[in-house]
């Protein structure tokens, strides 16, 4: 990927810094929440935020229910008509008021229509309208509501359990007593909450189990709708009439979703994951008590909700077992990226006698570390890129503040490579002979055939195992076994169905695949806990100092510029497992550390291996697949077609109001200030007495552009000089003086001011001053207490407004192998497994995390300034930032607007010449209200 670097951006005397343009902006539910009223369903920026979500997502596909089956759910065995089924669902009627009445009748109807199932395929439903089933999840229940789906349906051959949980269930349906009440008959913005019902009850299913898709089911009236979600949209039958047509589709639809081609139970289901079995569970016990791990207990509170997963590394190409067993993060959004953080160790067990056992060679106890899983978009350079390329420029003995990648890569890219191979063999079979057998019926897999497609996606489990061989070149390996699938399903393919769909119907369409998601996962060797986790204010600070050298070593060694600094993605070092790799590399630990590069950014250095070279063709618009295979390069920007992510709150002021700004290393340090900011107002007594959620709302604004830039002025410049935290002078000491340098950085309408953009050196200085000071209180963190009992807040991430969607510029989809999870217990029934390749022995060790030893920087105290503003209306002149520059004016008592200044301060910034909607984000009546509000809220501190 390449990325502009204007001239100015490399003058050291202010800043260093790489241009990225910004991204436009997508609003989407909040995942972030500032207080519990965030969490409520009635919550009106809740409901906008969902509708915005889903609008454009739902896509009806299929001309027949048939198609829509037969397409979606691939099946190993054939499915037949059986049974007496047509009148199975006589007792039902539809119509106003019926609702709850007839949940029991469809109850009796759909387990007529399995009960010629085999018992072990045998589905079981249950009427589940009263039975609230809360977020998957215990850690993170109070910042999501619950549901409560009216029908649930068992896995195959399982019961449902008592009471129910979401453990349990495969699939949902939702029922309304009025074919009027479809909702994909009519704007799906306008008629949120029933879509929204089904979408809520899929995003559950999928984080619950791992799933790729989620299926649901969906009446109305009469009428019936199967739908498939996944993170990037929503596939929606066309309708039939449940007496009619209906037994024999639903039948089939059920017969299909119980008979899967790969991995086990039911179609959606992720083949490189298990569930954890009692065995697996004690294992990990055992681990944990063995590395002598604080508070290991009750990090395995929820084990029972982990799982085995298969963490395909593309430096190696083979994949390694991990077992999850604690949740950190988990972005609770579904058309996402839907990011999910565990605590994990590997499986080093081995295979003996049919089943896994622990390596008696291996000596030392497993240590724990960070995986972390989500589905990026293809318009995005892989997270592991970025780790690569950090480790590639970086020295060992110089890193400091940074996570370290153990392994990882995209498997999503694997399968897309895969799957291209087999259908370029299966045309050259057709071009050769004019017969070969197409894809939907490829011969059913042979479990006792180690080569075959049956075994191309289940783990051996084992580095060990006799069956592992090495691949000589990972990132070119293709399996010999055609790929199994009609489509991929690490990387989403639905898009790509809508495309070819609407190209068949003759429709002029653009090609939507750049709107697809891969499927990735990563190992981090260092292992954390939150920031919201610190044990005394010394340490945060601490932390996040670490971090921002972290930053300036990215920058300024690898030239990644990480550009999503949030309270999520700063972790705090586990201090005991740092001091052992400390005494093991003789290198200083540091105390916190910056992970999660899903939305930086590098420049592009051609001279390195490990960077793509950009083709210089574009996508094919007549490409059947359509994608690419390789990085492809076409004369749009690849910017307006990314969704602009980042975490909202935190985000710099110019990004949130000057449209078109170049992302900068600057606009990531003042992140760093909101962040310390939002950590000390929630969990501190900042003052006596005080919670800090009027505050915190006061300053961190959701969704208005404009209005969360201006809160977030209005404290730097009227209140925030004043702000102290009770008790604590050397944070408060911090705190001033990261506001003066943040306040010289924005951009100023003062005459004869001159702005200072912040830069690493003035930041760590200020932060290194405050660590040295005596003074630090012991044990100062106090829980938030805005959730009802919920401590630990604001990990994730918030996600604004809509963008303009398109074909991206580039594409990364080089394929590697991968593998699954391992078939270590026999099924208790037949299951077709697909198993991904064999693949090389132990992966090569990872070095621990490393220090950094620079000098520091003399602290130095700056001289506090008289602040002023200015009230700027639309004719206001403009500076090359896009900024409105006035004369000065002091905030009391100013009542005229001041005359636009025609000097241009040497500081201007070309690359950002548009102007901001400054009539909106400016009213000058507006800020002083805001500030004399939160000069009432922080009156009366230390």
């Known amino acids: 990927m390449s990325i502009s670097t204007c001239s100015y951006c490399n003058s050291a005397t202010y800043y260093s810094g790489m241009a990225t343009t910004g991204t436009p902006r997508r609003n989407k539910s909040q995942h972030v929440v500032l207080c519990a009223s965030d969490t409520k369903k009635t919550n009106p920026a809740a409901k906008d935020a969902w509708a915005s979500e889903l609008g454009g997502r ?212 992720d083949p490189t994951v298990m569930k954890l079995s009692s065995d697996d569970q004690a294992w990990v016990k055992s681990e944990l008590q063995r590395a002598q791990l604080l508070h290991w207990q009750g990090h395995v509170a929820e084990i029972s909700k982990g799982r085995r997963v298969e963490v395909y590394d593309e430096k190696t190409g083979r994949c390694i077992p991990y077992i999850l067993y604690q949740v950190l993060d988990v972005n609770g959004r579904l058309f996402s990226r839907a990011t999910m953080v565990w605590r994990a160790i590997e499986d080093t067990r081995i295979w003996k006698n049919g089943q896994l056992e622990p390596d008696p060679s291996r000596t030392a106890p497993v240590e724990p570390q960070i995986m972390k899983e989500a589905w990026r978009q293809l318009v995005r350079t892989a997270e592991a890129k970025f780790y690569q390329k950090l480790q590639a420029k970086i020295k060992k003995d110089e890193w400091y503040g940074l996570a370290t990648m153990v392994c990882g890569g995209d498997l999503g890219e694997f399968e897309l490579r895969w799957w291209k191979d087999t259908e370029s063999r299966r045309k050259d079979t057709l071009g050769s002979s004019g017969d070969a057998e197409p894809a939907e019926h490829a011969q059913e897999p042979d479990p006792s055939n180690p080569g075959s497609a049956s075994r191309l996606f289940s783990s051996i489990g084992s580095a060990t195992s006799p069956s592992v061989s090495s691949v000589d070149s990972p990132g070119d390996y293709v399996p010999n076994a055609e790929f199994p699938l009609p489509h991929p399903q690490h990387q989403t393919y639905s898009w790509r169905l809508v495309f070819e769909e609407r190209k068949e119907k003759g ?7 750049h709107r697809e998601r891969s499927h990735m996962r990563i190992v981090i060797d260092d292992v954390g806990r939150p920031l919201t986790e610190f044990t005394s204010t010394h340490e945060l600070v601490c932390a996040v100092r670490d971090a921002i050298r972290g930053h300036q070593l990215a920058w300024q060694k690898a030239k990644v510029m990480h550009r999503d600094i949030s309270v999520g993605n700063i972790l705090i070092a586990d201090q005991l497992y740092a001091k052992k790799h400390a005494k093991k ?29 950009p083709s210089s063709s574009a996508p094919s618009s007549g490409s059947s697949e359509g994608c690419p295979t390789e990085t492809a390069t076409a004369p749009d920007d690849p910017s307006k077609f990314k969704e602009r992510t980042g975490t909202y709150y935190f985000m710099a002021c110019e990004l949130l109001d000057v449209p078109g700004i170049i992302h900068n290393t600057y606009h990531d340090l003042e992140s760093f200030y909101w962040v310390l900011l939002w950590v000390v107002i929630r969990h501190t007594a900042y003052r006596k007495g005080a919670d800090g959620k009027e505050l915190c709302k006061k300053i961190f604004k959701f969704g208005d552009d404009s209005a969360s830039a201006d809160a977030k002025r209005g404290w730097v410049d009227q209140r925030a000089p004043t702000f102290s935290v009770f008790r604590n002078k050397p944070l408060s000491h911090l705190l001033a003086n990261f506001n003066e340098l943040v306040l010289d950085h924005l951009p100023t309408r003062r005459k004869n001011q001159v702005q200072v953009p912040l830069n690493y050196e003035s930041v760590l200085r200020v932060f290194d001053e405050a660590i040295a000071m005596p003074g630090w209180p ?54 077709h497994f697909g198993v991904l390749p064999p693949f090389p022995g132990l992966h090569p060790g990872v070095a621990a995390p490393r220090t950094y030893h620079g000098q520091f920087l003399e602290p130095v105290r700056k001289s506090p300034k008289k602040r002023s503003y200015a009230f700027v209306e639309k004719e206001s002149e403009l500076d090359s930032r896009g900024t409105a520059r006035t004369s000065q004016g002091h905030s009391r008592g100013h009542s005229k607007r001041p005359k636009t200044s025609q000097r241009m301060g040497p500081a201007t910034r070309s690359q950002s010449q548009m102007a901001m909607e400054s009539s909106e984000s400016l009213r000058r009546s507006a800020r002083i209200q805001a500030a004399t509000e939160v000069r009432m809220l922080t009156s009366g501190g230390a």
């Not at 899929?202 to 089911?217: C, E, P, S, W």
């Not at 429709?507 to 695949?513: I, N, P, R």
């Not at 999660?596 to 793509?612: G, K, R």
């Open 507 to 513: 429709e002029e369409t653009e090609e939507l695949w």
């Open 58 to 269: 739902i896509q009806n596909y299929g001309d027949t229910v048939d198609k829509f089956i037969d397409t979606l759910l691939p099946c190993s065995t054939p499915y037949t008509s059986a049974g007496n089924i047509q009148n199975a669902f006589k007792a039902y009627t539809a119509g106003p008021g019926r609702e709850m009445l007839e949940y029991d009748n469809l109850v009796a109807g759909l387990s007529k229509l399995v009960k010629p199932f085999p018992a072990q395929t045998r589905l079981q439903f249950a009427n589940t309208f009263k039975q609230q089933l809360k977020f998957p999840f215990d850690g993170f229940v109070k910042q999501h509501h619950s549901t409560a789906p009216d029908i649930s349906v068992s896995f195959p051959g399982e019961s449902l359990g008592e009471p129910s949980s979401w453990q349990y269930i495969s699939t949902v349906i939702e029922s309304k007593s009025e074919g009027n009440q479809d909702p994909f008959d009519r704007d799906g913005k306008a008629h949120t909450d029933t879509i929204e019902q089904l979408a809520k009850n899929a995003r559950n299913l999928m984080l619950t189990h791992g799933l790729l898709a989620a299926f649901v089911v969906g009446i109305y009236g009469n009428f019936v709708r199967l739908a498939r979600f996944d993170h990037t949209c929503a596939l929606v039958s066309v309708p039939f009439n449940i007496k009619k047509d209906g037994p024999r589709l639903l039948q089939k639809f059920y017969w299909h979703f119980t008979h899967p081609v790969v991995g086990a139970h039911i179609v959606g289901n």
């Open 585 to 613: 590399s003789r290198k200083k630990a540091f105390t916190g550390f910056l992970h999660d590069y899903d939305y930086s950014a590098m420049d592009s250095d051609t001279s390195e291996e490990e960077e793509d070279a």
């Open 778 to 831: 012991q044990d100062d963190w106090q829980p938030c207490k805005w959730f009802d009992g919920l401590h630990r807040t604001g990990i994730a991430d918030v996600y604004p407004k809509p963008e303009e969607e398109g074909k991206p510029l580039a594409v990364i989809t080089a394929p590697f192998p991968g593998k699954a999870a391992a078939a270590r217990r026999p099924p208790t029934r037949k299951v």
